[in-house]
């Protein structure tokens, strides 16, 4: 995947160094470009083909203030419901530490395009898309 974009170097790296954790019944741990079996028996479980990994934390990288990002999830959290989307809580975390935690959700079954319209309504950078390899791809927003 050609990684052009405005987005810094050193952001992206940490995006495809990033463990994306997801509170299931088990916890999944997904890696940008590498398949997960647990994603795949959590696609059987539900009977889906497709999955994303959003956070509405810190728009195009900017860190705000803890209190605003909590608003800013439990917005992405009210239009999920909204849809009626089936999610779950996760977190996408440095395995150094290098940067700060931020809260996010697994989201069952939308379409790679209805996944960037929210990613970008949301202001984020880039968000994880999954389809039916179980293969975790960072898809670019800007």
């Known amino acids: 995947m050609a990684l052009e974009s405005i987005i810094p170097p050193e ?3 940490a995006y495809l160094e990033t463990d994306f954790i997801v509170f299931d ?3 999944l741990i997904l890696k940008i470009d590498n398949y997960s079996e647990a994603l795949r028996n959590l696609y059987k479980a ?3 083909k497709t999955c994303i990994v959003i956070s509405a934390y810190n728009p195009y990288g900017q860190v705000l203030k803890e209190s605003v990002n909590i608003k800013r999830n439990t917005d992405l959290t009210t239009e999920l419901d909204y849809k009626d989307l089936k999610y779950f809580p996760g977190e996408g ?3 150094a530490g290098k940067w700060l935690s931020e809260s996010s959700y697994l989201v069952l079954d939308l379409s790679l395009e209805e ?4 990613g970008k309504k949301y202001e984020q950078n880039a968000i994880i898309w999954c389809d039916s390899d179980c293969v975790p791809q960072l898809v ?3």
């Open 25 to 27: 019944q088990q916890i």
């Open 140 to 142: 670019l927003l800007r």
């Open 93 to 95: 975390k440095h395995p």
């Open 46 to 48: 539900h009977k889906i």
């Open 11 to 13: 952001t992206l790296l």
């Open 115 to 118: 996944s960037c319209t929210l």
